[in-house]
C-alpha cells in the first residue's frame, strides 16, 4: 500500500489524524464512517449495504483541509 500523504497539498503543513462521525443513528449514536463497493446492493434482512472498510481522514490545522483515504477491511 502506498504511503499516505501526511502533509498538507493547499500549504504544506502537517496534517493530523481525525475521526468522522455519524450521530443520525438511533439514539445519536457515534459511528465511524464506512464505504461500500459501487455496485454493493442492500442487503434483504436488514436493509444495510455490505461494509467493505472504514474511511480515515486527515486534517490540515493551518488551512482546514481534509483529505480521506479508504481502509479496506
Same mark, same amino acid.
Do not use: N
Given at each position: 500500500m502506498?504511503?499516505?500523504?501526511?502533509?498538507?497539498?493547499?500549504?504544506?503543513?502537517?496534517?493530523?489524524?481525525?475521526?468522522?462521525?455519524?450521530?443520525?443513528?438511533?439514539?445519536?449514536?457515534?459511528? =465511524?464512517l464506512?464505504? *461500500? #463497493?459501487?455496485?454493493?446492493?442492500?442487503?434483504?434482512?436488514?436493509?444495510?449495504?455490505? +461494509? =467493505?472498510?472504514?474511511? *480515515? #481522514?486527515?486534517?490540515?490545522?493551518?488551512?482546514?483541509?481534509?483529505?480521506?483515504?479508504? +481502509?479496506?477491511?
Amino acid at each position: 500500500m502506498a504511503e499516505r500523504r501526511t502533509t498538507c497539498p493547499d500549504c504544506e503543513s502537517e496534517m493530523h489524524p481525525i475521526k468522522l462521525i455519524d450521530s443520525t443513528g438511533e439514539y445519536h449514536s457515534h459511528q =465511524e464512517l464506512g464505504y *461500500a #463497493a459501487a455496485e454493493a446492493e442492500r442487503g434483504w434482512f436488514f436493509g444495510r449495504y455490505s +461494509e =467493505e472498510g472504514k474511511v *480515515a #481522514a486527515r486534517m490540515c490545522p493551518s488551512c482546514g483541509r481534509i483529505v480521506l483515504h479508504a +481502509e479496506s477491511s
